[in-house]
């Protein structure tokens, strides 16, 4: 059944009574991406709608089928093509970027590359009039075909970028010399550094669309390009002016020092080697002529050398491990289809985490009734629910729309009426006993409970509800808005329709599940708190907390340990790892004592203004030079207890998956939720890129030295 979208756009196309072109499939040839057709004003339209997929995106195949097409085009002119999806999902998400994965040839990727930029220079020099009508995300690889258009009008909704940085990459198929010859240079700069869409509307002000429309006013739009009406976007009077070299140079000096604030130049190249594509060639660049070749051959041999190196390979990694956790929760949404669906939230506590799971909820479209005994932190939580929005960017009635599903709720009477219900207070076991007698109570049949703890077993929680069937975990991550993750708890009596149904929340919530079983600290607590402990350790030793997190970042974290415990707070630092320690029988090695008086003393961390360091004004207050740690030797005190835990908890079989995914969703749960490096891959992706062997001599030198909560867990061996 076709979406609305859909049934939109191909109304329109039926309204032209088009038909069949002299460039239509043939029984030998069978178009399978795209349909082309002509209309009685001998306008072509050429339509993309990837066969066997939701989205388009490119591929060699869909665009050696364009070449046929456009070489068609050249011989049986039409008055002007049009170009458009027939997709609800969109124009085009970009390139497929499983076509560069696991390449490390880089003249093999820029052959490929070449034969891909001569089809979309034939979109480009086509001669007659092209215009792109676009709907929906225009993204990347996408982006760069409508760039190779003459013109470009927008469906009201429409969005636009270039994510490839996103991917340790920079645009490919054109984008580095058409966009910036395009709109103001550094504006299009700004967007393939930072990888952020725009609107249709800024898109159309930047110039990067020349109309934005409603889908009904396409037809006149189209008749007035063809007719050689439609005014064409211009670059802004000044932009001639980042031809000269003096002024690119400065520009782009500003622009590294705007990417090294937000990405280390060792780790993460893309942006750099952008920026040094741009200052020596930007000026050569600016017509789409033949002087674009220069700017051209660079932006495919940057791009080759870029997609095959490990950071490269790795990022690809890394987004397909994220399309592996999103495929978990969108799987549970299509099994949960016919169950009730998850429409009313109901929170039990109103502080920072309780108070922000329920604005993301609303945020997402969802009934949120939020409870707690004190209305000042209700209302503490709606403030900062109004703060998200305004950081979202949501217009006045779409911030009202979400603060109008945010309901307070002093009497807890959205209990009798929610379809989940979430307990967010304090991590005290008595004290969520006490909750759930009450909830449970109140909850109808096919409601589901689920509690945000952070490492308690459920099976210690759940052994005062008379139902624990529809009882769960949902581990929200702080800042919720911010971080992608939810473990998604199991225990042994938890009924698989309940689990199911909460994947199909998460998905709902546009968060990234990672399924896990009930056990210390689950998945990624248990694993982030050996990393900490030995931070806490070797300040015990005397190293330097500049020092110990410097060591940290330069191995490419996002924040060095000592700075992670302030943040999230010592008091909760140490009763986590106490928890552990007790429920571990001992594997964890003891906080050291000065830090448990800071945090009796009230030094608890950021929240209090002191801790490990001081803080202010939201910063860490650094003194020490943190200097290098020339021999890794505080690195790997760091991060191998981190490996060295993933291995115990895939031996144990802490993630809740098939044997055949568990490794994948491992890694990806500590990349999303901890921020490991992404550009090693993962934790255990990046223990076999260094070397098991190595990795296991490692663990036992420093057992030798350091004791036994180095020893390598037995898992090492079997590790596959």
Not at 149 to 166: K, M, N, S
């Amino acid at each position: 059944m076709k979406t609305s979208k859909t049934v939109d756009i191909l109304a329109v196309l039926d309204s032209k009574r088009l038909e069949l072109g002299p460039v239509a499939s043939s029984d030998d040839h069978p178009n399978k991406h795209w349909t082309l057709t002509r209309d009685d004003a001998a306008i072509a339209w050429l339509v993309f709608d990837k066969q066997g997929s939701s989205a388009n995106s490119l591929d060699e195949a869909v665009l050696e089928e364009l070449d046929t097409i456009l070489a068609g085009l050249e011989t049986d002119r039409p008055r002007a093509l049009v170009v458009r999806s027939a997709k609800a999902s969109g124009f085009c998400v970009g390139a497929d970027v499983g076509m560069f994965r696991g390449e490390t040839d880089s003249a093999a990727v820029a052959q490929r590359l070449q034969r891909a930029h001569a089809i979309v220079d034939r979109l480009s020099q086509l001669p007659v009039a092209t215009l792109a009508v676009i709907h929906g995300p225009c993204l990347g690889g996408g982006l760069e075909l409508a760039l190779a258009c003459d013109q470009r009008i927008a469906i009201a909704g429409a969005t636009f970028g270039f994510p490839e940085v996103l991917l340790g990459l920079h645009p490919g198929l054109g984008g580095t010399f058409r966009a910036t010859a395009l709109i103001n240079p550094v504006e299009a700069m700004t967007l393939m550094l930072t990888g952020k869409t725009v609107p249709a509307a800024k898109a159309n002000r930047l110039g990067l669309v020349d109309a934005v429309t409603e889908e009904r006013h396409v037809l006149n739009a189209v008749a007035d390009m063809a007719a050689g009406k439609l005014p064409a976007a211009r670059p802004p009077w000044f932009s001639p002016i980042f031809n000269l070299s003096p002024v690119r140079a400065m520009a782009a000096r500003r622009m590294e020092q705007e990417a090294a604030k937000k990405a280390d130049r060792r780790h993460y190249p893309a942006p750099f080697a952008l920026i040094e594509l741009w200052r020596e060639l930007g000026g050569k660049g600016n017509k789409q002529g033949s002087d674009h070749k220069a700017m051209q051959t660079a932006e495919i041999q940057s791009f080759a050398r870029l997609v095959t190196s490990p950071t490269g390979q790795n990022l690809i990694r890394v987004f397909f491990l994220r399309e592996q956790l999103k495929k978990l929760a969108s799987d549970g949404h299509a099994v949960a289809a016919t169950d009730p669906d998850i429409r009313h939230v109901h929170v039990v506590g109103a502080g920072t985490m309780g108070g922000d799971i329920a604005a993301w909820c609303a945020f997402s479209g969802l009934k949120v009734t939020l409870a707690d005994r004190e209305p000042k932190m209700i209302a503490a939580a709606i403030a900062r629910a109004a703060t998200l929005c305004k950081r979202k960017h949501l217009s006045g009635t779409e911030q009202r729309a979400v603060l109008d599903r945010l309901i307070p709720d002093l009497a807890g009477d959205g209990a009798r009426h929610a379809d989940i219900l979430i307990e967010a207070v304090p991590e005290k076991a008595d004290i969520k006993a006490a909750v759930y007698r009450e909830l449970e109570a109140k909850m109808k049949p096919s409601a589901i409970l689920a509690t945000n703890t952070s490492s308690i077993p459920l099976e210690d929680l759940r052994t005062e509800l008379t139902n624990p069937s529809r009882f769960l975990g949902l581990h929200f991550f702080n800042p919720v808005a911010q971080m992608q993750l939810v473990e998604l708890v199991s225990h042994d009596g938890l009924d698989d329709s309940c689990r199911t149904r909460a994947l199909s929340f998460i998905d709902t919530i546009s968060r990234l599940p990672a399924p896990v079983n009930s056990s210390p600290g689950f998945l990624v607590n248990r694993v982030l708190t050996p990393y900490l402990l030995e931070a806490m350790l070797l300040l015990d030793e005397g190293v330097n907390a500049e020092t110990i997190d410097q060591a940290a970042i330069d191995f490419g974290m996002p924040m060095g340990p000592v700075e992670l415990a302030d943040q999230v707070g010592l008091d909760i630092c140490i009763a986590v790892a106490d928890m552990l320690a007790d429920q571990l029988d001992g594997k964890m090695p003891a906080v050291p004592q000065w830090i448990r008086k800071k945090v009796e003393a009230g030094e608890t961390g950021r929240k209090s203004g002191q801790g490990l360091y001081s803080w202010s004004n939201g910063s860490a207050d650094k003194k020490n030079d943190p200097g290098v740690d020339e021999d890794n030797s505080l690195t790997d005190r760091l991060i191998l207890p981190l490996l060295n835990t993933c291995v115990s908890c895939l031996r144990e079989q802490v993630v809740d998956a098939s044997a055949g995914q568990q490794q994948d969703v491992l890694d990806g749960a500590v990349i999303f939720a901890t921020g490991f490096a992404p550009f090693r891959g993962g934790p255990l992706h990046y223990a076999r890129q260094r070397g098991i062997d190595d990795v296991v001599n490692a663990l036992q030198t420093l057992a030798a030295e350091q004791g036994d909560r180095f020893s390598p867990d037995p898992g090492w061996r079997t590790l596959q």
